[in-house]
């Protein structure tokens, strides 16, 4: 990562499942931008922290946390500032894509998911709102470009991030005149240690790559500069913005 943005020095970043995937390249991204990298996880990753630390010269702050636990989640954001600061920006990443037939699921499956995927991202940016106060921020949802193409035995996880779609432009509009901007990033089939080792074969993932415009598979550090973008001034009119991260595949594929 080449750009410098210096608005994002010492700046509080929190980010929820910032401790995998793409969420530790979005921890790493920010903390070689010298901010201040607060980040939950279901898992420990404490030895991701320290790794931080031997890597950019600045630990982040690893607070172990379910997000689906909204007290929980809660807490770990009030510990985040009383540590690191004021919060600056607010990302919001964990997710998860559990495959399921539509026709076997049960209500606590469709609950477990919405609340993973949907749930955790309302009460993060309610309590990142909070906690900004009138001194404004960046809050960044993730979604997914499943939810554009249609994807099968994914109806949870699809619902789900079209609703942060209208989540994100809900919040935008209420909460614009208090300096606080709602944006959102949706990514195509992005290359993590889990789609590569459970999920995708050789054959699934030429075809993807035949479907997008630009015919590469995208990797995690494909995403932390646009990422990057939303939180830095460079962006401060764009707001109720959704950005695909895809290659092309959403609208062309």
Known sequence: MTAHFPELKNAHVFITGGGSGIGS?????????????????????SNFAQDMLDKTGIKPLFIQCDVTDTNALHAAMDKAVADQGPLKVQINNAAA???????????????????????????????AAALMGDEGGSIINFSSASYQIGVDNLAPYVSSNAGIIGLTRSLAREWGPRGIRVNAISPGLVLTKKQIE???TEESLAQFRERQCLPVNLMPEDVPGTTLFLASDLSKMMTAQCLFLDGGLAFTG
């Open 198 to 200: 459970e999920v995708h």
């Open 25 to 45: 390249t979005l921890t790493e991204a920010f903390l070689r931008q010298n901010a201040k990298v607060s980040f939950v996880g279901r898992s420990d990753h």
């Open 97 to 127: 894509d559990t495959r399921m037939e539509s026709a076997k699921i049960t209500v606590a499956d469709w609950d477990a998911q919405i609340a993973v995927n949907l749930r955790h991202y309302f009460f993060a940016c309610q309590k």
